[in-house]
């Protein structure tokens, strides 16, 4: 506990030089006349003197040049943002205390280098790795021990060092601390650590205020102000034991390059980011942790949606459960001021869930790490208010057609408290370490996502980090489960990153155990990590807010709900008296998960699959997607993905968005879904897959053009064709694609009504931290390099260059041909100018 102890300003003179003495009498006459209590200790890893408006560190001995973790978050804002909000991270690094001559410097330490089996390599990097100043505080007073003395005010009242909090000043266009508006509010010690809460009034420069007043922007700022918390917590001597990173399991990691290898050169590693979970009984199979993992929710969630939360994150007990640990993980209310005055949400010692009003529709679980063994400190995972909104559009939009308790908005509280419980889940993943892995949904056939005993074990993907979201696969009357929920991968994950071997192992001896873990992937597909990668954009089995393994069934089920959701829009999302909002924003969202379910088709065209074979295990980890399968994708996408979508364009839905462009949102996806596979990497893939094996039936980029203009402009089949508006509108988007290819027209919107997909697209879906180990799986190299730039210099690749000739010839000729026997006098105008537009590529 800590030790507050008042006294008198006197008492603390007595023992100090001249200079301090003088400079301690003059802080104490500047306080304020009749306050009680000039000046106040606090005793705790450092003894913190506090007088009047300004805080002394007397920094003990044996705090000097130890490794201290620095974290400050947002405690309260005058103005937010998107991505800023109570509990968001402003900064976090490592610092040390160095005393020399008679200053103390606060210094930068960094881990990005190590050579820890070679000691004289060891002191060239730390050559390599000098500590930066932060800032350099005069010695004004020593106490006890010597131990000095620094008035560190300024730190948080009036300076902004370069990084902690600069770049949002710069985000928010300000320009300066104003100190007579800024304030240490509180400070507290404890034996490892100090809580110091303080505000900060920011101000622009004239010149930007002038700016924005010119602009005529939305609002004009003179002053914005912001209460920060910053944690000093010392860390432990001995840093808990890593582990090594492997990116066939997918965890945050802390890189370094390692020098002290018998490679000739320096090796790319790192260290996985986990909770330090030791267990009681060392030898048991299963035990108890020393200390298990406590999440404190705080105050501000809604206490209907408390019980949603404790469950989401104490699910994850089944999980540790199989890696030796029971009771490893707890939700707990958190402590009002009376139960522990000394409780604080951003105290980076706690686990705590925060919650915040905004119209934000996400959620994030970002991690406090000790860099140098990876140890997740704690977490403080943020809750935007709205993203209770997020979720049940998702529900609607997925599923509502399997389950009459979503035929109404808003939908029951066990509905939505489910889907919470499922994000929940979902962010504490993100903090115990693991990252997303968007192929788990691919281990799980069609016949198992529609099957209810299989979905009530095991839910929509082999793991609840995916973005797999619900079983919209399952049709009515397969009574199958809809939500994620925990799969093998989850299981496998976690044991991988926490399963303890022998106390004396050492994390170098530890490998080969982990590897064997791993390598069980070779033989259960539903182990399997992906995503997030460079390799990832190409594989087929690598998606998000999809389900199943196989992309088209699961799309060609996926549309037949979507169809279904349409008679329910109106009812759900409007009443008498009320707008139209909310029916604007299903219908839109109904057309964005529409397009999803499409493009993981289309992504089949020239994809690669990807399986983490290491060496000696398996085969070669890239394969080529079959050609049949291929053009089965273009098939689909041509009968199913761009065939008129009739039950979307219902007029009764759409004359209640918009005067007039209902379909433009349809249209923007088919625009997105032809530029994905009108692609030079696409055509290019198609002709290496030839290549690779000259004697098969291959599907290259001629063919899929072919195929295009066949299936794009059946109506030319008929005798006297016909092209209805919808689907001239489909054909003008795909020529001018055609166009912007062969390098005919430099404007892709040149002919098009279609809107941009990508705005459609950022609905906010849940992420969790970013911050990952780089996995660049490509042929990078200079000789790489050359080639690329000698591919860009040159313009449009021959491959793809020849093939769109060959393509736009073809359909000029098609287009030729009909025109002679069309009667329609709109779709004879249109096939003339179309034949026009094709009739400038060189």
Known sequence: MRKILSVISLVIAASLCPPALAMTSAMVASCPAG????????????????????????????????????????????????????????????????????????ENVRYEMWAQNMANLQRGVEAASLRTVIKAFEIIMEGPDKAPVIDITGLFVSEVPDGFALEFMQYFRMNAIDPKRSFIDSVKAFPQNIEIRFQQTWVPSATELRKNVEDEAERVPAALGFIFHTSLLLLPEEPMSPRF????????????????????????????????????????????????????????????????????????QQIFDKAGFSNAIFARNAPTPLEDPNFDLEDVR?????????????????????????EVISSHAI????????????????????????????????????MLRYVVSHEIGHALGLRHNFKAHSAYSIEQLRSPEWTRQWGTSASIMDYSRLNYVAQPGDNAFLLPKFGPYDYFAIEWGYRSFSSGMSFDEEWPHLDEMAAKQIDEPMLRFGGEDDSATLDPLVNTNVVGGDPIEAASLGLRNID????????????????????????????????????AVAKIVGGVEETRYQAGRGVAPFKAVEPARQRAAVKFLIDRGWATPRPLLDREVLQRIGPSGGADALQ???????????????????????????????????DMLIDLNDGLFKELNAKSPVVELYRRELQRNYVTLLLVATGATNDPQSASNAIDMSKLLNDGSIHGSTRSLSATR?????????????????????????????????????????????????????????RSELGKVP
Not at 36 to 43: G, N, Y
Not at 64 to 84: I, P, Q, W
Not at 254 to 280: C, H, M, S, W
Not at 566 to 571: C, F, G, R, S
Request: aromatic residues 10%; charged residues 25%.
């Open 245 to 316: 990173a492997d990116d066939r399991v997918g965890y945050f990691a802390v890189p370094f390059d390692d020098y002290g290898t018998n490679d000739y050169g320096k090796v790319r590693r790192a260290f996985i980011q986990r909770y330090r979970l030791e267990k009681k009984n060392a030898d048991a199979e299963v035990s108890d942790p020393v200390k298990p993992i406590v999440f404190y929710i705080s105050d501000e969630v809604p206490e209907k949606w408390r019980q949603y939360i404790k469950g989401g994150i104490e699910d994850w």
């Open 350 to 374: 706690y686990n705590v869930i925060r919650w915040t009003p905004s119209g934000r529709q996400n959620a994030m679980g970002p991690a406090v790490v000790d860099p140098r063994s990876g």
């Open 35 to 106: 306050m009680e209590q000039k000046v106040t200790t606090v005793a705790g890893m450092f003894v913190i003197h506090v007088i009047c408006d300004h805080v002394m560190f007397e920094i003990p001995a044996n705090m000097l040049n130890r490794d201290m973790l620095v974290n400050t978050e947002f405690a309260a804002l005058s103005t937010g943002s998107d991505f800023v909000a109570p509990g968001s991270v402003v900064d976090n690094r490592v610092i040390r205390w160095v005393r020399r001559g008679n200053k103390v410097y606060l």
């Open 668 to 702: 923007g996806s088919n625009v997105q879904l032809l530029r994905q596979i009108l692609d030079t990497g696409v055509f290019q893939r198609m002709a290496e897959g030839r290549q690779a094996d000259p004697g098969g039936r291959a599907y290259v980029g001629m």
């Open 383 to 418: 809750f935007w208010h709205d993203v209770l909104r997020l979720v049940e559009t998702w529900y609607f939009t997925q599923v509502s057609p399997l389950d009459p308790r979503a035929h109404s908005l808003p939908m029951p509280d066990d509905v939505i408290g489910g």
């Open 564 to 599: 279904r959701v349409m008679p329910l829009l109106i009812p759900a999302t409007t009443k008498r008296g009320g707008d139209y909002i909310r029916l604007r924003e299903m219908y839109q969202s109904l057309v964005v998960q529409r397009y999803r379910e499409l493009a």
């Open 778 to 834: 490509n042929a990078a190299s200079p000789l790489a390099d050359v080639a690329t730039q000698y591919r860009r210099e040159r313009g449009r690749p021959s491959e793809f260059r020849s093939s769109l000739r060959s393509g736009v010839a073809h359909l000029y000729a098609k287009l030729d041909d009909a025109i002679k026997r069309t009667k329609d006098t709109e779709t004879g105008a249109h096939l003339r100018d179309l």
